[in-house]
């Protein structure tokens, strides 16, 4: 692997952290956020609208933030794919296709209320 496979990489690596790592950021804020409503103002107890909502939208994040690191670091991908196919393919497959379906699926889950009450 040379340098510049190694800057393009890593760049990958820091685009698919920060991609996981701002919903869970969202998410605890937003819960950090009720749980300080409700103590100050003396609320009946946390909305599960609200917390449904939000677990939804971070749950949806990553696929907007996955999307847009792909549309950006299209020149990236593409020197990947010419010197290691194979990592591409299970880069691809992983981060393109098993994660968006557990991620959708977690969604529905939530949006039935089959989820375990947060």
Known sequence: MSVGDTEIATRLALGIVIAFAVPIVCYLMTQAWSSFVNRVFGGSGRNPKIQKMAAIVCLLMPLTL?????????????????????????????????????????????????????
Do not use: C, K, M, N
């Not at 691809?92 to 889950?109: E, H, M, Q």
């Open 66 to 118: 996955l999307a847009v690191i792909a549309h950006e670091a299209f020149d990236d991908l593409e020197q990947l794919w010419r010197h290691s196919p194979f990592t591409y393919s299970i880069t691809y497959f992983t981060f393109g296709v098993l994660i968006p379906i557990g991620l959708l699926v977690s969604v529905a889950r939530v949006w039935s209320g089959r989820w375990p009450r947060l």
